[in-house]
Nanobody, 121 residues
Framework: QVQLVESGGGLVQAGGSLRLSCAASGSIFSVITMGWYRQAPGKQRELVALATSFGSTNYADSVKGRFTISRDNAKITVYLQMNSLKPEDTAVYYC???????????????WGQGTQVTVSS
């Protein structure tokens, strides 16, 4: 019973910026990781950015220096600030939440509904 709601996608010109948000709700004991993935037509889903509960982050090489992932632990919300956008960034972006719903239980993955990001030339 965990739901993720994404927002912030849209159409932007190359070089522009967008800020994606993903808010989680439901029964969550602890958050292990929060991240962003994207999938373009005809391509495999790929990891864009990942944030751990300890503050460490990981980025795909293609977005390093342009994208920044951050999280608000109190609101269980993850953000993706995207700057200097390129047409190759066009994709559906999905947030991912890896959580533990019970102490000592397994970790489960939940996904947002996806938000379209389109970067025009």
């Amino acid at each position: 019973q965990v739901q993720l709601v994404e927002s912030g996608g849209g159409l932007v010109q190359a070089g522009g910026s967008l800020r994606l948000s993903c808010a989680a709700s439901g029964s969550i004991f602890s958050v292990i990781t929060m991240g962003w993935y994207r999938q373009a037509p005809g391509k495999q889903r790929e990891l864009v950015a990942l944030a751990t509960s300890f503050g460490s982050t990981n980025y795909a090489d293609s977005v390093k220096g342009r994208f920044t992932i951050s999280r608000d632990n109190a609101k269980i919300t993850v953000y993706l600030q995207m700057n200097s956008l390129k047409p190759e960034d066009t994709a559906v972006y999905y947030c991912n939440l890896r959580v533990m719903t019970r102490v000592g239980g397994p970790a489960d993955d939940y996904w947002g509904q996806g938000t379209q990001v389109t970067v025009s030339s």
